[in-house]
């Protein structure tokens, strides 16, 4: 349910000036935008790897744009593109010089990007078009900076994610658990994942806790809670990898016993999002992109914060921005940054019916963000979870591999042998410290 699924792929037109004729529509309810000239419409063309439920409230911003602007001189086109083959497609795309104006990225995953000039620095736009970072969370503004381009800002921040477990009521009624008293901590978590595993023959066909054998499941599990038992991915200057190793063994342990010694966790499921919605799992740590397919489901669902399984209680820290990339004609990134500045001034629908916390303070604190949207037994801890959300991205050329969700990455590959005892936690830590250490000495 995460960033793709079943995208349908559209050929980019060729970006061109379209004659229009008719007069400046009346104001709109948004947010203003700088009245333009009409005697022409300029296409500013967006590429999206959005593909689950939030994909569908995206197209519905991207319209409300649209509308907004409706004659006054400038669109969104929108294209899908589909994630696994974004990355390619883009980079092939903007050496030909016809790359898109702007897309998704996942904050601070794209050093290589930003030394390579494939992106855009935004300082001085941000500037020229007076979008108030005042109204922004610190911390979200400082992952978007990235060292190689004298810490400028290359993208935008639109919503803020981390990790929590989505549980079952059902189970938890058929439990005798306290849905007001979810697990706090490494015992209680486990206590909660027991109870409401079933098994038949001595095999696990209910996970209390939903595990796959590799891939995302068991390798973000590691991430949060080895950070929490006191592990650094790299020290915070970026020059020594694997700090406090042995806390990222004990988390590796951790994430086996689930499988080997409690017993609440199956190796044999695939489909980790398909399991938690057919009732094949009770406890489903997984981000806001995954609230809305529930919701229309009929799910009978409750959100937790994520348990302090280590002593440090941290979490998982994403957050979908926009990006700018390369144009031959530089005289279009006023363009898309003015239409940048209006998608995040106008992101409430994006950050109540669509996924993930806002990291701006004017819409928090607007007095109806809590009841817009899906309910917030079902989203608020997403929100609430984002103080202590901060293990993010590490900011180097090779920062791929040292992120914690991913499904394939130089992390994963040396991880999921793990999981099925091919290879000790141990020799894993070795692995890990050879691959980032290499990564964090070229910068």
Same mark, same amino acid.
């Given at each position: 349910?995460?960033?793709?699924?079943?995208?349908?792929? %559209?050929?980019?037109?060729?970006?061109?000036? =379209?004659?229009?004729?008719?007069?400046?529509?009346? /104001?709109?309810?948004?947010?203003?935008?700088?009245?333009?000239?009409?005697?022409?419409?300029?296409?500013?063309?967006?590429?999206?790897?959005?593909?689950?439920?939030?994909?569908?409230?995206?197209?519905?911003? !991207?319209? #409300?744009?649209?509308?907004?602007?409706?004659?006054?001189?400038?669109?969104?086109?929108?294209?899908?593109?589909?994630?696994?083959?974004?990355?390619?497609?883009?980079?092939?795309?903007?050496?030909?010089?016809?790359?898109?104006?702007?897309?998704?990225?996942?904050t601070g995953s794209k050093a290589k990007w930003a030394n390579d000039g494939v992106i855009v620095p935004m300082d001085k736009l941000i500037s020229d078009v007076g979008l108030d970072l005042a109204d922004f969370s610190s911390n979200s503004i400082d992952k978007c900076r990235y060292p190689q381009v004298d810490n400028q800002i290359c993208s935008i921040p639109m919503d803020l994610m981390t990790i929590c477990p989505e549980v079952n009521m059902d189970h938890?009624?058929?439990?005798?658990?306290?849905?007001?008293?979810?697990?706090?901590?490494?015992?209680?978590?486990? #206590?909660?994942?027991?109870?409401?595993?079933?098994?038949?023959?001595?095999?696990?066909?209910?996970?209390?806790?939903?595990?796959?054998?590799?891939?995302?499941?068991?390798?973000?599990?590691?991430?949060?809670?080895?950070?929490?038992?006191?592990?650094?991915?790299?020290?915070?200057?970026?020059?020594?990898?694997?700090?406090?190793?042995?806390?990222?063994? %004990?988390?590796?342990?951790?994430? =086996? #016993?689930?499988?080997?010694?409690?017993?609440?966790?199956?190796?044999?499921?695939? #489909?980790?999002?398909? /399991?938690?919605?057919?009732?094949?799992?009770?406890?489903?740590?997984?981000?806001?992109?995954? !609230?809305?397919? $529930?919701?229309?489901?009929?799910?009978?669902?409750?959100?937790?914060?994520?348990?302090?399984?280590?002593?440090?209680?941290?979490? $998982?820290?994403?957050?979908?921005?926009?990006?700018?990339?390369?144009?031959?004609?530089?005289?279009? $990134?006023?363009?898309?940054?003015?239409?940048?500045?209006?998608?995040?001034?106008?992101?409430?629908?994006?950050?109540?019916?669509?996924?993930?916390?806002?990291?701006?303070?004017?819409?928090?604190?607007?007095?109806?963000?809590?009841? /817009?949207?899906?309910?917030?037994?079902?989203?608020?801890?997403?929100?609430?979870? =984002?103080?202590?959300?901060?293990?993010?991205?590490?900011?180097?050329?090779?920062?791929?591999?040292?992120?914690?969700?991913?499904?394939?990455?130089?992390?994963?590959?040396?991880?999921?042998?793990?999981?099925?005892?091919?290879?000790?936690?141990?020799?894993?830590?070795?692995?890990?410290?050879?691959?980032?250490?290499?990564?964090?000495?070229?910068?």
């Amino acid at each position: 349910m995460k960033k793709n699924k079943n995208n349908n792929k %559209k050929n980019i037109g060729r970006r061109k000036f =379209l004659k229009t004729a008719g007069v400046v529509a009346a /104001a709109s309810p948004f947010l203003g935008f700088p009245n333009i000239s009409v005697a022409s419409t300029k296409e500013v063309v967006h590429w999206s790897w959005l593909g689950a439920s939030d994909a569908e409230v995206w197209k519905e911003c !991207i319209e #409300d744009f649209n509308k907004a602007h409706d004659g006054k001189g400038v669109q969104i086109v929108m294209e899908t593109i589909p994630n696994d083959q974004y990355d390619t497609k883009l980079l092939a795309a903007a050496s030909s010089g016809k790359a898109p104006d702007f897309g998704w990225q996942w904050t601070g995953s794209k050093a290589k990007w930003a030394n390579d000039g494939v992106i855009v620095p935004m300082d001085k736009l941000i500037s020229d078009v007076g979008l108030d970072l005042a109204d922004f969370s610190s911390n979200s503004i400082d992952k978007c900076r990235y060292p190689q381009v004298d810490n400028q800002i290359c993208s935008i921040p639109m919503d803020l994610m981390t990790i929590c477990p989505e549980v079952n009521m059902d189970h938890v009624a058929e439990a005798g658990l306290d849905p007001d008293s979810p697990p706090m901590d490494s015992d209680s978590l486990i #206590d909660w994942g027991v109870k409401m595993t079933k098994q038949s023959g001595g095999k696990v066909t209910r996970s209390g806790i939903i595990q796959t054998a590799s891939s995302v499941q068991p390798n973000v599990t590691w991430g949060i809670v080895a950070h929490q038992m006191g592990f650094q991915r790299a020290s915070d200057d970026l020059k020594t990898a694997c700090i406090n190793p042995n806390a990222g063994i %004990k988390a590796m342990e951790w994430v =086996l #016993d689930l499988f080997d010694k409690h017993k609440c966790s199956s190796r044999d499921i695939s #489909d980790r999002y398909k /399991a938690f919605g057919q009732g094949e799992g009770s406890i489903f740590w997984t981000g806001p992109w995954t !609230i809305n397919g $529930y919701v229309e489901q009929g799910l009978n669902f409750r959100t937790y914060q994520f348990p302090n399984v280590g002593g440090k209680h941290l979490n $998982y820290f994403e957050a979908g921005s926009l990006e700018m990339y390369v144009q031959k004609d530089t005289g279009r $990134y006023e363009e898309t940054m003015k239409a940048i500045k209006w998608l995040s001034d106008n992101s409430f629908k994006w950050t109540t019916v669509g996924r993930g916390g806002s990291p701006r303070a004017s819409i928090l604190n607007r007095s109806d963000y809590k009841t /817009a949207g899906p309910d917030w037994s079902k989203r608020g801890a997403f929100i609430e979870q =984002l103080d202590n959300a901060t293990i993010g991205e590490i900011p180097v050329l090779g920062g791929g591999d040292f992120t914690i969700y991913s499904g394939g990455n130089g992390m994963v590959k040396i991880l999921d042998p793990v999981w099925i005892g091919q290879k000790s936690p141990e020799q894993a830590m070795e692995e890990l410290q050879a691959l980032w250490q290499k990564h964090l000495d070229k910068g």
